[in-house]
């Protein structure tokens, strides 16, 4: 896919466009095309006209300006932007509005880009299909009795439908990867702890990342260099020097055991098709796939959903009417600290706070939650093992296409069955991308690779070939 990013980049410099026209553009396919398909949460008009018209000054003063000046970016609504509304999606965080911006949104100032608004999402980032927003879901742009997918839903369908060139998302088990490969587009998950945290409403700390969703790999890291590096606001995010060397040759593993029982059948003969393209097609690289062993991989779903709610229940503590957000009126301390969860939370957010409480409870903890990070610790050891002899893993990014809206709502454990095969890299903290791989029955599907630790630029350059390859 060509660089929408440098086409618009393009037009600014040699002004056959304003960063005014761009937005305009944008804008009104966002009027057309929200109504149904309910991407964003809010749309900035009036701040993305200021920011756009700083741009436009700045060209026709004959300055240089960044690859992403003017270039609109939609936002995740669990990443603060200061003075605007941060909802996450909940009932709890209808009214509050940020009290500074997130550090990518400072680095996304500092490039001159134009944030047009807040995307939808699952409640607290908590779902995998959109479905859980307190304020409706997200449709997929590719036919509106599906979902979107989650829960960056609203980000992915944005970037499909031609509302943004670009947005970010957060990804604590999939929330990026799964949306883009349901929506068509591309979706990347950086290594933990390769772009800050700070301003991203919590979820699960350990495993939540924010990343990038564009219609080109190309895009997608364009993005991700704006945003990434060690911030001092959060603590595990740290300074990276990865060099990149060109690659001739590039060695896939394929975790053929697990692969064996898992997705559709449909999706296994996509990625069969993809390999034999890019091993016949590349002319100035080459492509080997190998047979790996993750003996731990069927266990990773169980791992992450005890990990995860543990994590939710204690961060989500801080939602208790008192200091922000919602409060219920109530007789008594802790009669309000109960209204106002009963009133604010949805009922999968309260499910998360009672599995991770219980999880964490005494008498419980060993078995499920000391247990639990043994297995992620047997997990990081597969991955490890795996990359002494590939550069990266290949995997689905989801066991098949869109599902129907209300077709799992009602049945969290098949829900949760969607994220077999996104959750690894985060329990890992491996950057990971989706591309789009095809289509099932007319559906996109997407294709992941997982990479090294920190070896972010190295994946994105090796999906940057397999991309071409499958054009
Ligand atoms: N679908 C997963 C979940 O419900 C992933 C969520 C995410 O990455 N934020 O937890």
């Not at 990013?5 to 553009?25: M, N, P």
């Not at 307190?134 to 997918?149: L, M």
């Not at 060397?245 to 559709?264: H, M, N, Q, R, T």
């Not at 002494?388 to 689905?396: G, L, Q, R, S, W």
């Amino acid at each position: 896919m060509a660089s929408r990013v440098r086409e618009i980049h393009d037009a600014l410099v040699s002004k056959k466009t304003s960063a005014r026209e761009v937005l305009d553009g944008h804008l009104s396919i966002i009027k057309k095309r929200d109504l149904e398909t309910h991407a964003f949460l809010d749309v900035h008009e009036e701040r993305a006209y200021r920011e756009a018209a700083r741009v436009d000054e700045k060209i026709a003063r004959g300055e240089k300006i960044d690859i992403l000046a003017g270039i609109p970016v939609a936002l995740k609504d669990n990443i603060c932007v200061k003075g605007t509304r941060a909802t996450a999606a909940s009932k709890i965080l209808e009214d509050y509005t940020a009290a500074y911006d997130a550090h990518v949104v400072e680095k996304l100032r500092l490039a001159s880009a134009v944030i047009v608004g807040k995307t939808n999402l699952d409640e607290f980032a908590m779902g995998g299909s959109t479905e859980n927003s307190a304020f409706g879901p997200t449709k997929n742009p590719h036919d509106s009795s599906r979902v979107a997918g989650g829960s960056s839903g609203g980000s992915a369908a944005a970037v499909a439908s031609g509302m943004a060139p670009v947005a970010l998302g957060s990804d604590t088990g999939g929330s990026i990867r799964q949306p883009a490969s349901f929506c068509g587009v591309v979706g990347f998950k950086p290594s933990y702890g390769r772009v800050s945290r700070s301003g991203l409403i919590a979820m699960a700390s350990s495993l939540d990342q924010i990343g990038t969703f564009a219609s080109s790999v190309e895009d997608a890291e364009i993005l991700f260099r704006a945003i990434e590096g060690k911030d001092p606001m959060d603590m595990t995010s740290v300074e990276t020097h990865e060099s990149v060397s060109d690659k001739k040759e590039y060695v896939i593993g394929v975790p053929e055991a697990f692969l064996a029982s898992g997705p559709d059948a449909r999706v296994l003969d996509l990625m069969q098709k993809s390999f034999k393209k890019a091993e016949s097609q590349s002319a100035s690289w080459r492509i080997k796939f190998e047979k790996i062993d993750l003996p731990s991989a069927p266990y990773a779903l169980a791992c992450y959903y005890i990990i995860m709610p543990a994590e939710v229940s204690s961060n989500l503590a801080r939602f208790d009417g008192m200091r922000y957000a919602h409060r219920a009126k109530a007789d008594t301390l802790f009669g309000a600290y109960e209204r106002t969860r009963e009133e604010g939370f949805g009922s999968e957010v309260k499910r998360r706070i009672a599995i991770g409480t219980y999880v964490l409870s005494h008498g419980y903890y060993d078995a499920y939650y000391l247990q639990a990070q043994r297995v992620r610790t047997l997990i990081v050891s597969d991955f490890t093992r795996a990359f002494e002899k590939v550069d990266a893993v290949v995997f689905p990014t989801t066991p098949s296409h869109a599902f129907k809206i209300g077709e799992k709502s009602s049945d969290p454990l098949a829900m949760y069955l969607e994220d077999i095969y996104t959750i690894q890299a985060n329990l890992a903290g491996l950057p990971a991308i989706s591309i789009p791989l095809g289509k099932v029955e007319n559906l996109p599907v997407g294709i992941q690779f997982i990479g090294k630790r920190f070896g972010d630029y190295a994946l994105l350059n090796f999906a940057k070939r397999f991309e071409a390859a499958l054009a």
